[in-house]
């Protein structure tokens, strides 16, 4: 057995060790749902595409009631059920059902305003209640710091759903093959995890939690403000761009996501360490992502072309003297992601009031200024963000100074 001398080198040793692991886990989903999105602009028409990114876009603001499920159970509950994976599970599970219910009933309105099938939207959002079961099993490891399963999961939800969108998308190009796809492969991929967690057999007799409704909500508040704010250009983009032009921003939207999701385990090794406010993981996590989100900008400016033609093809070429700016605006979006984090951490209350304020500023602006052009959006989306994140850095400050005091 081998004895830590030094118990700050032996954590900087695991957190390091998580980051790599973690990194190389999420790195596949991300990876192929960038092969999906570029194989699917080469596969639709830019039409289709248009509503490929507006599909892709409801799902992600639907996300975090996963996200939510997954940080409150690797910040909170996991601590008071440490051994007992069947109660939380369940929980999670119950969550799931209730929002595949809600799902059918959101999906045909939202069918009418983007323009969408019916069947097309409800695959594709009933994917997120299969989202939630597997954020539940994801907190678990988070919180518990198994990075190996953590990873794997990782992996696995990667190779589910983008792989299942490729494989239908080869077989019948149309919009419903990527439907079916999200939901498939989401769906594999929580019972996958499921016996990758381990230890969780017949979760559905264990007795139900009562104490966390609250603090999820609290929690997904935060998050769901955040990527409504993410994915709110993509979305405004299909309404009021031509056709065409929202084929063409959903392109240029793929190198904010990039640099949005690129560094983001980071933050998920660090997230449950931000609790501890004498930490520094906050700070380790800002100027992480801050590093990685500077050299891509700096690649996304100085090779927009081979971006452009890497992601889209030579239909998107438009897009070579703006790309970089997508890339400032998705990096802004991964620091200001950190900083909520923090916020998550320590119960923060007042986070998705200032945050539904901005979404809601940028939208404004967008509608009533008639902000019609990809690059004017873009703009819009940049300046509110950085607002954002300077308005919570200060509140992170004043916080943080209290504490010390």
Do not use: C
Not at 104 to 130: A, H, N, R
Not at 139 to 162: D, T
């Amino acid at each position: 057995m081998i004895k830590i001398k030094n118990g700050k080198t032996y954590v900087k040793q695991k957190i390091i060790k998580g980051v790599v692991l973690v990194g190389l886990g999420l790195s596949v989903p991300q990876i192929l749902a960038y092969i999906a999105s570029v194989f699917a602009a080469r596969v639709l028409e830019p039409i289709q595409f248009g509503a490929f990114g507006t599909m892709q876009g409801i799902t992600q603001i639907g996300q975090p009631l996963g996200l939510g499920i997954q940080a409150f159970i690797a910040s909170r509950l996991i601590k008071k059920y440490k051994k007992n994976y069947k109660a939380i599970l369940r929980y999670g599970f119950e969550v799931s059902l209730i929002v595949f219910l809600a799902n059918i009933l959101l999906s045909f309105p939202l069918s009418k305003l983007f323009s969408i099938d019916y069947l097309v939207l409800i695959l594709t959002i009933g994917s997120i209640s299969p989202f939630i079961f597997f954020s539940t099993q994801l907190g678990i490891a988070q919180g518990k710091e198994l990075f190996r399963k953590l990873a794997l999961m990782y992996v696995v939800f990667g190779l589910g759903r983008s792989v299942s969108v490729i494989i239908g998308l080869i077989i019948y190009p149309k919009l419903i093959s990527v439907g079916i796809g999200f939901f498939i492969g989401t769906f594999l991929s929580a019972i996958i995890s499921h016996f990758i967690l381990d230890k969780s057999a017949k979760f559905w007799k264990s007795k139900r939690l009562n104490d966390s409704s609250k603090g999820l909500i609290q929690t997904t508040q935060i998050l769901l403000a955040l990527y409504v704010l993410v994915n709110v250009d993509i979305l405004i983009a299909r309404v009021t761009l031509s056709p065409d032009n929202s084929g063409i921003y959903a392109v240029g939207l793929l190198v904010a996501k990039i640099a949005f999701f690129m560094p983001q385990a980071i933050t998920v090794v660090m997230f449950p360490r931000m609790g501890e406010n004498k930490s520094t993981a906050l700070s380790y996590a800002f100027i992480g992502t801050l590093l990685i989100g500077f050299f891509y900008v700096l690649f996304s400016f100085f090779a927009g072309n081979f971006v452009v033609k890497a992601i889209g093809g030579s239909k998107y070429l438009q897009l070579n003297e703006e790309v970089w700016l997508f890339a400032i605006e998705g990096v802004f979006f991964a620091l200001l992601q950190v900083i909520l984090y923090s916020r998550i951490s320590r119960n923060d209350t007042i986070a998705p009031i200032i945050l539904w304020f901005g979404t809601l500023i940028a939208v404004i602006i967008i509608w009533n200024f008639k902000v019609n052009a990809i690059i004017e959006i873009v703009y819009t989306l940049i300046f509110v963000t950085f607002i954002l994140i300077i308005i919570f850095v200060i509140l992170e400050f004043f916080d943080r100074k209290r504490l010390f005091v």
